[in-house]
């Protein structure tokens, strides 16, 4: 299985403090699927960069780019025009309490 890394590049500096209803609501979806793929093996490590500028992370695995590509896509965040996903392929080198 290979892994993978999207970004969740947010539409505005400061977004974590200046989302809209809206955008908290997709928020929380987006939330919650993340919880689902860790709780299902799929992601390995998710979380946002903090201070003004917050890009989201994901690092996860998935067999191939299409169904990588497709996982992003899929992410509320993404698939409601309100954030821009980034995909790249991903290796972890080193994981405390693996290595």
Do not use: C
């Amino acid at each position: 299985m290979a892994e993978w890394i999207y970004f969740i590049h947010a539409p505005r500096e400061d977004f974590a403090a200046t989302m809209t209803e809206r955008e908290q609501e997709v928020w929380a979806e987006h939330f919650a699927r993340l919880q689902k793929l860790l709780a299902g093996g799929v992601m390995i490590l998710v979380g946002p960069t903090l201070g003004r500028v917050n890009t989201g992370i994901a690092i996860f695995e998935a067999p191939d780019e299409e169904s990588a590509r497709r996982l992003m896509e899929e992410d509320p965040a993404i698939a409601s025009g309100i954030a821009r996903g980034e995909l790249r392929p991903f290796s972890v080198a080193l994981l405390r309490g693996r290595d």
